[in-house]
Structure formats: C-alpha cells, structure tokens
C-alpha cells in the first residue's frame, strides 16, 4: 500500500490564483481530513469527509473549498490564494469504527503565496 | 469545543535524561488521546495512544498517562536518544464520535544532546 499520497510536493503561487491539492488514499479508509500547520504552530483543521459525497467544515474553512467524489479521493481547492495561506498543507485518513483513531498523514504539500 | 494545552512549547535535555510533556483538555467528554511524532521536513506519525478507560500505557522507553479527573495527560519518553529529537504533539478527541476529530495541542520541540 502507498498509503496517503499529496501532490505537488511545493507550490509557489501568486496572490489570486489558484490550485489544487490532490489526496489519495489506498488503504479504503472512510474518513480523511486536510490540516494546515503554519512554522511552529500545531496542526488546524481545514476541512473533512466521512465518506464519499460528504464533507464538512473544520476550524478553519475559509478560502478553500473540497469534494470527495470517491472513497480514495479528496482535493482540496484554493481559490484566490492570498499569502495568509502560505503553509504546509496535510492531508489525512483513519478508518472509522476501528480499535484505535490512528489518523494516518500524507508527505505535505508546502505552499507558497507571494 | 475541545481546546487542548501542551507545554512546554521547547525541552532541551542530556542523552539518556527523560522528557515529560504535558497537555490539559477541556471537553470532559474526550475520550482518546494520541501523541504524534513529528521529525524536521517529515510528516506527523502516531507513536502511542491511550483511551480514557485506562490510566497509562506504556511501549518500550515512551509512556503516556491520564488523569481523567483533572483532565490532563502526558508523555513520558526514559534514556533519550538523539533520535528522539522531534516535536510531539498530543491530541483529544471522541473516539466514535464527532467523526474522530482531533484537536491537537501546539506541540513540544523536544531537543536530545548528544
């Protein structure tokens, strides 16, 4: 199993555009959620999803938007990118109902808003 | 909502000394407790976990331990070694419930000299 995988790796992006962020997981899990880790800080919640077609707003939603299409599928979208979203984005997944919570992460993807 | 505390934010100690770290919840409806792991450039990994129908659990030199009643958990890591340097994070949440999300503390940059 690959696990949870993100792509891109890195972004630079100018102020207004925008982006995806593809995350896919191959261990059939239900649940997955996107966090943002600004340097030093801990980990927020953007966004998450229990299953596919259904997701819901974290603690910090604004200015990005996600689909779940699929169970293995979770993108996240960035529109009108503004440097206060310049972080390292991850995305993860747990199986729910399972012994333990375990949230598995992917690598990251570190964004840049200039 | 759940608002999870950690410190110290930085702990510097010898090889081969222990490291405590420490965190407070709010929600006394939290039921599992993970720490994560988190190396420099690299993604957060779960390293032991614990639920709130028992007081510690313990996996080789790492130790987690709760107190229910005052809310509070912690990391214990004996006979540190220079891998151990990372930042911990520890997190709360329901476990079977508000689809396992987890709130996460600010983290403990944890230094080992060698």
């Known amino acids: 199993n690959a696990g949870v995988t993100q792509t891109p790796k890195f972004r630079i992006l100018k102020i207004g555009q925008s982006m995806t962020l593809q995350c896919t997981q191959d261990?059939?899990?239900?649940?997955m959620y996107w966090y943002r880790q600004d340097p030093g800080m801990g980990l927020k919640l953007i966004y998450y999803s229990v299953g596919a077609g259904i997701t819901d707003k974290g603690e910090v939603p604004n200015g990005y938007n996600v689909s779940r299409s699929t169970t293995e599928d979770f993108p996240l979208r960035l529109e009108l990118a503004a440097p206060s979203q310049t972080s390292v984005y991850f995305c993860?997944?747990?199986?729910?109902?399972?012994?333990?919570?375990?949230?598995?992460f992917g690598p990251g993807t570190r964004l840049t808003v200039l | 909502g759940e608002n999870v505390e950690q410190h110290p934010s930085t702990l510097s100690v010898q090889e081969g000394d222990s490291a405590v770290i420490k965190c407070t919840y709010s929600?006394?409806?939290?039921?599992?407790f993970p720490w994560y792991k988190q190396e420099l450039g690299k993604r957060p990994q779960l390293i032991i976990d614990i639920r709130s129908n028992v007081g510690e659990k313990k996996d080789q030199r790492i130790a987690v331990t709760l107190n229910k009643t005052a809310k509070h958990f912690s990391l214990h890591i004996t006979e540190t070694q220079p891998e151990d340097s990372a930042v911990y994070f520890c997190a709360a949440s329901k476990f079977g419930g508000s689809q396992g999300n987890l709130i996460f503390g600010k983290g403990t940059k944890l230094s080992v000299k060698p």
């Open positions: 261990m059939n899990h239900n649940y």
């Open positions: 993860a997944s747990t199986l729910s109902g399972g012994l333990r919570n375990e949230q598995f």
């Open positions: 929600d006394s409806a939290s039921n599992y």
